[in-house]
């Protein structure tokens, strides 16, 4: 429906609009068919705007006039409406007068069927550049509608969805490679958009996103910066249920470590997934591979001697990494699962070695219950964190003054070791672990002893839920750590219990 305004036309014909009232309707509309006799044709031109006698009677005569005139009288008050119902111009100025206008029911229930196909027009001159950012930027407007016109007003944003549903699922590892350029644009920042699109097409977006999630999986071998660029967006997604929600957080851990390193990650992100590059190999460090390897070579006889068949090409990792993932393992083993009368139950640990041993304990029968340790070092150096990720390491520079969370997503219970980057003692006494720090949340007495293999390490993490927060100190030059929110169990050294 096209709007065209009475009291422009008043104004050319030289009738005041406060003197329209019913009973100088008759004479107003006899004054308004001379001025149509004049010109040929039967049509006025004003400004731009066509006006025919029929559509200008029709709004004379309708029940509500008085009404009607009140609401263009309010567009005549407010330019920027005005130019966009009359001329399709959108301006950023409109979003101000959009807030004041939508709390009057009675006008956005007149304005609504005129703002609607106006409203889809405009998305659809945004979108079809996939200017996702403006696109954005205009969605707040929409509270100038009704929700029967939201259809709509909405229209081809729903055709936009659908058809990008249908190139994502055409795609697959292979075929996305020559046709890069179709999903150049949701590399982009299109968070915002999907974020602030209206309930009433929830599903088709809700079907995009999950989309989003397979076709991630299909490309992160053939193009890990796209991947990574598009998995950056979908972690800021707010309208997912909380598995799939948990789902996309946990893999763009995975496609952050794989693109790290690449000019796809901020330096300031890819920084934590270095690993540390020494080639000087203490000879502690090569005994105690050699006794690893000794160790799997007598598994391997055993297997062999029954059968068994032992692919020693998997056997990959260096030799710092092995002799961290044999630390963990120990303090692993000296878990508690329960609270004994003697052991600590406050929220600050015993001063102990700069090097240490975390662990943050779980109810032992809800292994999905979302935990987020938020560490913060406040020890005035430089820290590694050291985590165990799918039978290797990821290794983090928590720089001092800086904090790093830690999701438990669902696995069992979230431990890693910490140290000094910088050592300046012999570097195998960076993996002697001689302090395991075991937390809990306060109401636990009874824990999970078994760990699944590997924590969540999320360096931006949108919303999260149950942080608890704790501060590493160094006091006397021992480490100390405190939290409010949880109780330390025990601080053991490994082989004594």
């Not at 000019?263 to 006794?291: G, H, M």
């Not at 938020?374 to 990821?394: A, C, H, R, Y």
Request: proline share 4%; hydrophobic share 40%.
């Amino acid at each position: 429906m096209t709007f065209i305004s009475i009291i422009r036309f008043f104004n050319y014909c030289g009738i005041d609009a406060a003197q329209a009232v019913p009973g100088n309707i008759p004479r107003i509309k006899k004054q308004i068919a001379a001025e149509f006799s004049l010109v040929p044709n039967g049509i006025i031109e004003i400004e731009g705007t066509v006006y025919n006698k029929q559509d200008v009677f029709s709004i004379l005569e309708a029940p509500d006039f008085a009404e009607i005139l009140a609401h263009q009288q309010t567009i005549n008050e407010h330019e920027p409406l005005r130019l966009f119902l009359e001329k399709g111009i959108a301006s950023d100025e409109l979003a101000e007068h959009v807030e004041i206008l939508k709390k009057e029911e009675g006008f956005v229930r007149y304005v609504s069927k005129y703002f609607a196909p106006l409203f889809n027009r405009e998305m659809k001159r945004r979108l079809s550049t996939f200017d996702f950012e403006s696109a954005a930027d205009w969605i707040p407007n929409c509270q100038l509608l009704l929700t029967t016109d939201g259809e709509q007003a909405f229209q081809y944003t729903s055709t936009f969805l659908e058809e990008n549903l249908r190139l994502f699922k055409n795609l697959n590892k292979t075929t996305f490679l020559s046709r890069k350029a179709e999903v150049t644009p949701w590399t982009g920042n299109w968070a915002r958009f999907m974020n602030w699109l209206p309930d009433m097409i929830y599903a088709q977006k809700e079907e995009l996103a999950i989309q989003l999630i397979n076709f991630c999986v299909e490309i992160q071998h053939a193009d890990v910066s796209y991947c990574y660029w598009i998995s950056s967006q979908m972690v800021q997604l707010d309208y997912l249920d909380d598995s799939n929600t948990q789902l996309i957080r946990d893999n763009h851990v995975i496609y952050e470590s794989k693109a790290a390193g690449t000019n796809a990650v901020p330096q300031s992100v890819s920084k934590k997934y270095r690993k540390e590059n020494n080639k000087t190999f203490n000879y502690i460090w090569i005994a105690l591979l050699a006794f690893f390897i000794i160790t799997r070579l007598v598994g391997s006889c055993d297997k062999n001697s029954s059968g068994g068949k032992t692919n020693f090409e998997d056997y990959h990792l260096d030799v710092k990494t092995i002799i961290s993932l044999n630390a963990i393992t120990k303090s692993r083993a000296l878990t508690p699962a329960e609270i004994s009368n003697s052991d600590k139950k406050d929220n600050k640990s015993t001063e102990g070695y700069l090097v240490a041993y975390l662990s943050f304990l779980n109810h032992p029968e809800d292994s999905n219950y979302k935990y987020v340790l938020s560490i913060k070092n406040k020890t005035g150096i430089d820290l590694s964190v050291q985590t165990p990720f799918e039978e290797d390491l990821f290794l983090f520079d928590l720089d001092k003054d800086s904090t790093v969370t830690i999701s438990k997503g669902t696995l069992n219970n979230i431990d890693l070791l910490i140290m000094p980057i910088d050592s300046t003692k012999d570097e195998v006494e960076r993996f002697d672990i001689k302090n395991n720090f075991y937390l809990a949340p306060k109401d636990l007495k009874t824990f999970k002893t078994t760990y699944d293999d590997t924590t969540m390490l999320h360096l931006l993490l949108p919303d999260p839920e149950n942080v608890l927060e704790c501060e590493l100190n160094i006091v006397n030059n021992q480490l100390v750590l405190t939290g409010r929110d949880f109780k330390i169990i025990k601080s053991l050294t490994p082989g004594k219990k």
